[in-house]
């Protein structure tokens, strides 16, 4: 059974930063997408970013220069370091996993907030 973890969310002041962790355990595919979604409270999930195996990635336009993703595949895991956060950005962020199959996380709750 494949789980993903996420850890990393909280309450932050515009301008900050958080730094999310995803790590990924069970029988998974070598060859695998992860990345993240966020939701905020009525509105869609949207993508914010991913990163294959190989390491190529794409992000939402909006987070572009601030957001940066990473990976350690020995570990399963993946990162978003946030930088220069945004009310905006306010929202439940769910690490995604697919190898063929999809996987999500539980959520982390990110807040930017004065």
């Known amino acids: 059974q494949v789980k993903l973890v996420e850890s990393g969310g909280g309450l932050v002041q515009p301008g900050g930063s958080l730094r999310l962790s995803c790590a990924a355990s069970?029988?998974?595919?070598?060859?695998?997408?992860m990345g993240w979604y966020r939701q905020a409270p009525g509105k869609e999930r949207e993508l914010v970013a991913v990163?294959?195996?190989?390491?190529?990635?794409n992000y939402r336009e909006l987070v572009k220069g601030r957001f940066t993703i990473s990976r350690d595949n020995a570990k399963n895991t993946v990162y978003l370091q946030m930088n220069s956060l945004k009310p905006e950005d306010t929202a439940v962020y769910y690490c995604y996993l697919v190898d063929g199959r999809s996987f999500w996380g539980q959520g982390t709750q990110v807040t930017v907030s004065s």
């Open positions: 069970g029988r998974i595919s070598s060859i695998n997408t």
């Open positions: 990163i294959n195996s190989g390491g190529s990635t």
